[in-house]
């Protein structure tokens, strides 16, 4: 689906899939009718099956709504966490610090690697007091 926004975020911070919610009823052949809770009131109730994931029953994989925060434009936004890990990656002539961020409403699969220095400006909080050592 090129070009559409879940949940306000594009790309790897988007979460995939949000539930589990019950089938209500099947609407023509490949199109069903879910039982939204009423936080989801203006997203459509029909959806395409290839948008549907079969719920595995896995309640650590299933990121639940309430802590998710979405307002109107069904958008929230983006918090990390922690920072798991950091390391200093090496260029031909020049050496960065990255960290390996944990954000809100993921798994620690869902982690990713952002630059230390960005982390640094944007959230001082999470900001380490020693310097990496290479």
């Known amino acids: 689906m090129k070009g559409v926004m879940r949940f306000g975020k594009k790309g790897k911070l988007s979460p995939r899939y949000?539930?589990?919610?019950?089938?209500?009823?099947?609407v023509g052949k490949v199109a069903y009718e879910l039982d939204l809770p009423n936080e989801l009131a203006p997203v459509h109730l029909v959806f395409h099956v290839s948008m549907l994931k079969k719920c595995i029953g896995d309640p650590v994989s299933i990121i639940p709504l309430e802590?998710?925060?979405?307002?109107?434009?069904?958008?929230?936004?983006?918090?990390?966490?922690?920072?798991?890990?950091?390391?200093?990656k090496r260029l031909r002539n020049k050496e960065t610090a990255h960290?390996?961020?944990l954000w809100r409403n993921h798994l620690d699969e869902g982690a990713t690697w952002e630059a230390e220095a960005d982390m640094k400006s944007g959230y001082p909080h999470l900001a380490p007091s020693t310097p990496i050592l290479a």
């Open 99 to 101: 960290a390996k961020v």
């Open 18 to 26: 949000v539930g589990p919610y019950q089938i209500l009823k099947r």
């Open 67 to 88: 802590g998710l925060g979405v307002d109107e434009s069904l958008s929230y936004i983006e918090v990390p966490v922690e920072i798991l890990d950091r390391q200093v």
